[in-house]
Nanobody, 120 residues
Framework: QVQLVESGGGDVQAGGSLRLSCAAS????????MGWYRQAPGKQRDLVAG???????NYPDSMQGRFTISRDNAKNTVYLQMNSLKSEDTAVYYC??????????????WGQGTQVTVSS
């Protein structure tokens, strides 16, 4: 069994910063692609940033510049640094990962989500 646990969310004023963390634990042989998504009330869940096992990153055009994804493979952890936050960044942020377990099977997992609220 694998768990993804996010932390670092909270309330912040517009213009501020937050750093989200997502730690994977359980029967992990290897972590492959990891990413952060967000979902605002009444909206679909959208990709915020992705990172592969080599550290190559990808961002949707709308997310370029203010958000930075990184990972620490030794800690099985992925991070999302969010700067210059805006009220429209308010959402639940979810961690996602492709996890290879000790049977060498790859499954996709989601974290439980962490709330980010940006007040103007």
């Amino acid at each position: 069994q694998v768990q993804l646990v996010e932390s670092g969310g909270g309330d912040v004023q517009a213009g501020g910063s937050l750093r989200l963390s997502c730690a994977a634990s359980g029967t992990i042989f290897s972590l492959h692609d990891m990413g952060w998504y967000r979902q605002a009330p009444g909206k679909q869940r959208d990709l915020v940033a992705g990172i592969d096992s080599s550290g190559s990153t990808n961002y949707p055009d709308s997310m370029q510049g203010r958000f930075t994804i990184s990972r620490d493979n030794a800690k099985n952890t992925v991070y999302l640094q969010m700067n210059s936050l805006k009220s429209e960044d308010t959402a639940v942020y979810y961690c996602n990962a492709d996890v290879e377990d000790w049977t060498r099977r790859v499954r996709n997992y989601w974290g439980q989500g962490t709330q980010v609220t940006v007040s103007s």
